[in-house]
């Protein structure tokens, strides 16, 4: 780990205090789920703290399995979110999602041109594939995770094209020679491809802050290749250092053999967190988040993850690599599939332990359950390993717990030089890093 690196962190605009039995708290706000102003007031702490930004997350569809208990992925359009918000903040970077796989990429590129412009600079594009929604595009069935990887490398230079076809310095704005812009300077892209014909250019110049930073969420083996290629930084799936070391590590050597620095790529892990004035108390936050989830439902997790059916063994026994699955089958996600290989291969959990992991019972998160203190313990150690540059903020449990993140965790990590005490500067690149 580069000591003198401070980390990268970001507030996700999620609700994920809100999951299990966490909505019907008394202060869980959960009537103003769908109101701006809650993501507003959101921001404006992360904003307080000087995170680097905030990142709306999304889904092209409704999971009416998960209703009773959660939004289902509900939410309101997450670049119409966030250019409410970048009108009440200044400096917080402002990342919304968009997908390869269900939207033209004409679109996509000025929608987040517009995004970089409502906000003076702040936009950030998160790169998703997408696991779900194709019944609502008129798909009959989900390409492959290497297809949806192909797709998204050319809607990416799409994207790139269109955002350099006008570039910022062909607008001239010269009243007294009546010139608006430099014409020359604008140009089509005529882009035929594999999967998207565009002829360009862009109708919107892009911004004078310069580029729109990249994140992608994958870490499969192609969406490694592709984050490693193309984003400034990834949303890891990780568990444990272990997890996050190998990633990190992984990562910076496929940069190097893509022609980057190998610090081009930030691997910032979702930490969830659990924070409590006692262990007990914060123990208690985590059952109640995951008392919807029963043994059933678990076992059903680990099939759908793996095609792995393991209802018939004893809750004591090992589950070792010899029931597993061909690897090369399809699954819904590569990267939660290959994260619970890798577990039972090198570690052979019981079906108890198996169950009781985050990639079943959540989203594969780097998961702390306990007081503030705890947690700077934990996030020391990740920082220490090398397994991370920094994280994404995912609060659990309630809204104490987040409040606890900003009025005493955050300040911890200033203290001990880990993060800014103030912005050094005004767009969302420069808050990365990125030269």
Known sequence: MNEKRQLCIGLALSSTWLKGNGWRRPDSGIEDLYSSDYYVELAKLAEKAKLDFVFRPDAMYLNMDALSHSPGFGSLDPTI??????????????????STTF??????????????????GRAGWNMVTALDGLDNFGASQ???SEERYAQAREF?????????SYPNEALLMDRESGKMVDQEKISPIDHA????????????????A?????????????????????????????????SGTELRSDLRRRAQEHGRHPDAVRVLPGLYFFLASTRDEARELHREAHAHLSTDRRYQAVQSILG???????????????????ADQPVRSRTHADL??????????????????????????????????????????????GAMDGFIALPGGSRQSMQLFFDELMPLLVERGLFRSEYTGSILSEHLGIQ
């Not at 792995?308 to 090992?318: F, S, V």
């Not at 959540?362 to 705890?374: M, N, R």
């Open 193 to 208: 491809g594999e999967y998207f014909r565009v002829k360009g250019p862009l109708n919107l110049p892009a911004h004078s």
């Open 210 to 242: 310069g580029s729109i930073p990249l994140f992608q969420a994958g870490a499969s083996n192609t969406g490694r290749d592709f984050a490693a290629s193309t984003a400034d930084a990834i949303f890891a799936a990780s568990p444990d250092i272990a």
């Open 340 to 385: 619970l290989r890798r577990l039972i291969v090198e570690q052979q959990p019981t079906v108890e332990e198996l169950l009781a992991r985050p990639e079943v019972v959540g989203s594969a998160h780097w998961v702390i359950v306990g007081t503030v203190e705890d947690a700077l313990k934990d996030i020391l150690a990740w920082h220490e390993a």
């Open 142 to 144: 989900m390409p492959s």
């Open 103 to 120: 939207n033209p990429p004409y679109v996509v590129a000025r929608q987040l041109q517009s995004l970089h412009w409502v906000s003076n």
């Open 81 to 98: 979110l966030l250019a409410s918000i970048a009108r009440e903040t200044k400096y917080i970077g402002l990342v919304t999602t968009a």
């Open 308 to 326: 792995l059916d393991i209802r018939h063994l004893p809750m004591d026994q090992r589950v070792t690599a010899d029931v597993l699955p061909d």
């Open 156 to 164: 990416c230079d799409v994207v790139h094209k269109l955002w350099d």
